[in-house]
């Protein structure tokens, strides 16, 4: 499966600290990207780092992206109650999407 | 502008029936893929639409078919429902050449 894999699978930490999600997916692609998702709803994107990037900055988000290891990581900095989700990355392939099963993250107030 | 919206909200079926769920796009995109989410897992792509072709699909059996009308819209048909097609159904819109999805808010679909 070209699918990616996110690591860790949930995560629990308090309002202000850092949250680190780590992602491994199989075959080359052209971008990857992050996206998060409340309660079971639709899906909002975060941030899209092309193939040919190593890193990419979103206001409190910070993407990095290593094709040699295939893997990426999106560093929340700063968390807050509101940043608790599932986190999923998606890469991009000939013509098609694959989602990770995501990382749970909940920031405690 | 209003986003990608998609009906009905929540839909129950019996195994063996068919269903039909419908998605519009984000206004100015012309481009439709629609995924299947399991409980506690990643969706998982079931096809693209552009033009209204059928431009990519994934590993889903042909009991899964769509469409796409001249505005964009489009549909998801299942025949032939499992009891493991329960599954909340996304719909993503994006602008021909765009990777960025906007995503509706879901279907959840329950074959009983």
């Known amino acids: 499966s070209q699918q990616g894999e996110e690591d860790p699978q949930a995560l629990s930490i308090q309002e202000g600290e850092n949250a680190t999600m780590n992602c491994s997916y199989k075959?080359?692609?052209?971008?990857l990207q992050w996206y998060r998702q409340n309660s079971g709803r639709g899906l909002v994107h975060l941030i899209l780092i092309r193939s040919n990037e190593r890193e990419k900055h979103s206001g409190r988000l910070r993407v990095t992206l290593d094709t040699s290891k295939k893997s990426s990581s999106l560093l929340i900095t700063a968390s807050r109650a509101a940043d608790t989700a599932s986190y999923f990355c998606a890469t991009h392939g000939f013509n098609k999407f694959y989602f990770g099963s995501g990382t749970k993250l909940n920031v405690k107030p | 502008d209003a986003g990608v919206t998609q009906s009905p909200t929540h839909l129950i079926k019996t195994r063996g029936q068919q269903v039909t769920l419908r998605c519009s796009p984000k206004s100015g995109h012309d481009t439709v893929s629609w995924y299947q989410q399991a409980l506690g897992q990643g969706p998982q792509f079931i096809f693209q639409y552009y033009e209204e072709e059928e431009r990519q699909r994934g590993n889903f059996p042909d009991r899964f078919s769509g469409h796409q009308f001249p505005n964009y819209s489009s549909e998801l048909n299942v025949n032939a429902l499992l009891l493991g097609d329960s599954a909340l159904y996304l719909c993503a819109s994006s602008p021909a050449g765009a990777y960025e999805q906007y995503f509706g808010p879901g279907t959840r679909l329950t074959v009983t």
């Open positions: 075959t080359s692609i052209n971008n």
